[in-house]
């Protein structure tokens, strides 16, 4: 139990143009997402948390309006990065609990921005 | 301010060399404590919570512990496959929210 799937697991883009990366919970409802970012050789940094039919949180120093969170159901989470550019190129993985405190994980989504 | 320490930073283990991975932590009101395992390119998969101290969790080679200011994974005979980077996190920062340590990256030689 507990399976987070993302989509899609790598994507290439051009400078300016906007990606969306999907956080899928297959097996339980996930009220609560999570977005992290990971940079090599680095840990997770958090991003934002995700509600279920509410406004995103973000983390200090995470510009809402360039990645742009939608939890429309209970089992979807969508990250889209606007106007992505070569800095924002990073492997981004989302996380969902079943209700505790425990964590599951995506297997994530690497970009690539050109 | 919550911190989670992990050393060493990176650990280089010949096949059936048994080690101990630390995880120290300073957080006000211990919640729990998690340890995942990142392969490169892939997101962390879950092994355990600890939520008291004394308490310990097993699976196959790896064995958590967990006591009032850190947590040791200790890894028995390790296999190349164990190799990996061992993360660990404690509750922090709000509801249901999380920080990590930086990790401690594992390499098994054969």
């Known amino acids: 139990g507990a399976v987070v799937s993302q989509h899609p697991s790598w994507v290439i883009c051009k400078s300016g143009t906007s990606v969306k990366i999907e956080c899928r919970s297959l097996?339980?409802?996930?009220?609560?997402m999570f977005w992290y970012r990971q940079f090599p050789k680095q840990s997770l940094m958090l991003m934002a948390t995700s509600n279920e039919g509410s406004k995103a949180t973000y983390e200090q120093g995470v510009e809402k309006d360039k990645f742009l969170i939608n939890h429309a159901s209970l089992t979807l989470s969508t990250l889209t990065v606007t106007s992505a550019h070569p800095e924002d190129s990073s492997f981004y993985i989302c996380?969902?609990?079943?209700?505790?405190?425990?964590?599951?994980f995506g297997p994530g989504t690497r970009l690539l921005v050109l | 301010e919550d911190q989670v320490t992990q050393s060493p930073e990176a650990l280089r283990l010949q096949e059936g060399e048994s080690s101990s991975l630390n995880c120290s932590y300073t957080?006000?009101?211990?919640?729990?404590l998690f340890w995942y395992r990142q392969d490169p390119g892939k997101g962390p998969e879950f092994l355990f919570t600890l939520y008291s101290a004394g308490e310990e969790k097993e699976k196959e080679r790896l064995k958590a512990t967990l006591t009032k200011k850190e947590s040791f994974l200790h890894i028995t005979a390790p296999k190349p496959e164990d190799s990996a980077t061992y993360l660990c996190?404690?509750?922090?920062?709000?509801?249901?929210?999380?920080?990590f340590g930086t990790g401690t990256k594992l390499q098994v030689i054969p």
């Open positions: 957080v006000s009101g211990l919640r729990g």
């Open positions: 996190a404690v509750p922090s920062g709000g509801y249901q929210k999380v920080t």
């Open positions: 996380s969902s609990t079943t209700g505790e405190e425990t964590q599951y």
């Open positions: 097996d339980f409802q996930a009220t609560t």
